[in-house]
T-cell receptor, first 112, second 112 residues
Framework: SQKIEQNSEALNIQEGKTATLTCNYTNYSPAYLQWYRQDPGRGPVFLLL?????KEKRKERLKVTFDTTLKQSLFHITASQPADSATYLCALERDSSYKLIFGSGTRLLVRP | DAGITQSPRHKVTETGTPVTLRCHQTENHRYMYWYRQDPGHGLRLIHY???????DKGEVSDGYSVSRSKTEDFLLTLESATSSQTSVYFCAISPQGVDEQFFGPGTRLTVL
């Protein structure tokens, strides 16, 4: 079955540094992959979508890469700020359907 | 923010009682989803809808039923609540199904 893995350990970095989060998947080749941000007590918020024919996508300080050979996506936040502290979820489309499968998320903590 | 609300926001109920959660949208999006979120499991799809009266099961549908009689409303019913259904429930909407999802604020359900 399809499986997504995100690092369950929190990532703790200093303000101003680049945060890099990893999403690995197995047993499937999704047509696209998405990243969401979730703050405590709130619903996830969509950040970026990258398709299988796109190697990289950027939005302001965010950058996502998608390596279909390695079955891996990297999510980067440059010049990180304490306000970037949140849990980041990776999701990929399931079985060529209108459904997503989500990873468990990685918590990011940016220290001032 | 996408116009999506959930009610109730919090509910405590007893084992064996039926419970209905409501998701309401003002965006006229075709696709609607119900997820549950539990520590260590991330977001898991319960049921989804691809149109009025058109629904399908997700990965954890046992013990749940849904109905969608209008575009704007998607109801999730726990036919006989169990303690294992204690969770945070999120509704999401999507215009095309193959793009981003917009999440509601969530409902925290406790089954005693």
């Amino acid at each position: 079955s399809q499986k997504i893995e995100q690092n369950s350990e929190a990532l703790n970095i200093q303000e101003g540094k680049t945060a890099t989060l990893t999403c690995n998947y197995t047993n499937y080749s999704p047509a696209y992959l998405q990243w969401y941000r979730q703050d405590p007590g709130r619903g996830p918020v969509f950040l970026l979508l990258i398709r299988e024919n796109e190697k990289e996508k950027r939005k302001e300080r965010l950058k996502v890469t998608f390596d279909t050979t390695l079955k891996q996506s990297l999510f980067h936040i440059t010049a990180s700020q304490p306000a970037d502290s949140a849990t980041y979820l990776c999701a990929l489309e399931r079985d060529s359907s209108y459904k997503l499968i989500f990873g468990s998320g990685t918590r990011l903590l940016v220290r001032p | 923010d996408a116009g999506i609300t959930q009610s109730p926001r919090h509910k405590v109920t007893e084992t064996g009682t039926p419970v209905t959660l409501r998701c309401h949208q003002t965006e006229n999006h075709r696709y609607m989803y119900w997820y549950r979120q539990d520590p260590g499991h991330g977001l898991r799809l319960i049921h989804y809808s691809y149109g009025v009266k058109d629904t399908d099961k997700g990965e954890v549908s046992d013990g749940y039923s849904v109905s969608r009689s209008k575009t704007e409303d998607f109801l999730l019913t726990l036919e006989s609540a169990t303690s294992s259904q204690t969770s945070v429930y999120f509704c999401a909407i999507s215009p095309q199904g193959v793009d981003e999802q917009f999440f509601g604020p969530g409902t925290r359900l406790t089954v005693l």
